[in-house]
Antibody, heavy 120, light 107 residues
Framework: QVQLQESGPGLVKPSETLSLSCSVS????????WMWMRQSPGKGLEWIGS???????DYNPSLKSRVTISVVTSKNQFSLDVTSVTTADTAIYYC??????????????WGRGTLVIVSS | DIQIAQFPSSLSASVGDRVTITCRAS??????LNWYQQKPGRAPKVLIF???TLESGVPSRFAGSGSGTDFTLTISSLQPEDFATYHC?????????FGLGTDLMIK
């Protein structure tokens, strides 16, 4: 059974870098594409970005200049870095797996999410 | 970005009721629309992808329909475990965007 688990600090100071990891168990990380999403209080889900099994990455333009997603194959993990955070980055952060059925993509497995609060 | 309007934002219903949730995309997205269910404190779970394809293991009382800009999720006979928040998401083009969610509550 494939499982995803987010980890990282729950509190980050404004202007610092938010760093999260997602550990994948039960399957090889190199076989799929991987995503980060977040959900701010009272708001809908927001796609942050994806890293594909080709090694390329795609980011939400609203965050693009501040976001990096990378894979550590040896650890079967992928990570998220968001620089220069503000209180607007306070959210529950989810990692997820992306799959396709023909031309249609969707997120079939999600981690349970980790709350990150940006506060001094 | 492709905007997704989802309505209603909340809905009260009883066990056994038939309910419908709607999502409207700001442009034609074909059948690139997915539906997720989220319970409090839990991760979202995919119910339907490609507008109408039921994910493996999802009960048949869930059904998706639509194409182009207008989509619906129908639950034919609500069960107690169906009270949750439902999200739609377009996978037509990045940035992949979600509706704001529908809270389905017990009447």
């Amino acid at each position: 059974q494939v499982q995803l688990q987010e980890s990282g600090p729950g509190l980050v100071k404004p202007s610092e870098t938010l760093s999260l990891s997602c550990s994948v168990s039960g399957d090889a990380i190199s076989d799929y594409s991987w995503m980060w999403m977040r959900q701010s209080p009272g708001k809908g889900l927001e796609w942050i970005g994806s890293i594909y099994n080709t090694g390329s990455a795609d980011y939400n333009p609203s965050l693009k200049s501040r976001v990096t997603i990378s894979v550590v194959t040896s650890k079967n993990q992928f990570s998220l870095d968001v620089t220069s955070v503000t209180t607007a980055d306070t959210a529950i952060y989810y990692c997820a797996r992306g799959v396709t059925s023909g031309p249609y993509g969707y997120f079939d497995l999600w981690g349970r999410g980790t709350l990150v609060i940006v506060s001094s | 970005d492709i905007q997704i309007a989802q309505f209603p934002s909340s809905l009260s219903a009883s066990v056994g009721d038939r309910v419908t949730i709607t999502c409207r995309a700001s442009q034609n997205i074909g059948s690139y629309l997915n539906w997720y269910q989220q319970k409090p404190g839990r991760a979202p779970k995919v119910l339907i992808f490609a507008a109408s394809t039921l994910e493996s293991g999802v009960p048949s009382r869930f059904a998706g329909s639509g194409s182009g800009t207008d989509f619906t999720l129908t639950i034919s006979s609500l069960q107690p475990e169906d009270f949750a928040t439902y999200h739609c998401q377009q996978s037509y083009r990045a940035p992949y965007t979600f509706g704001l969610g529908t809270d389905l509550m017990i009447k």
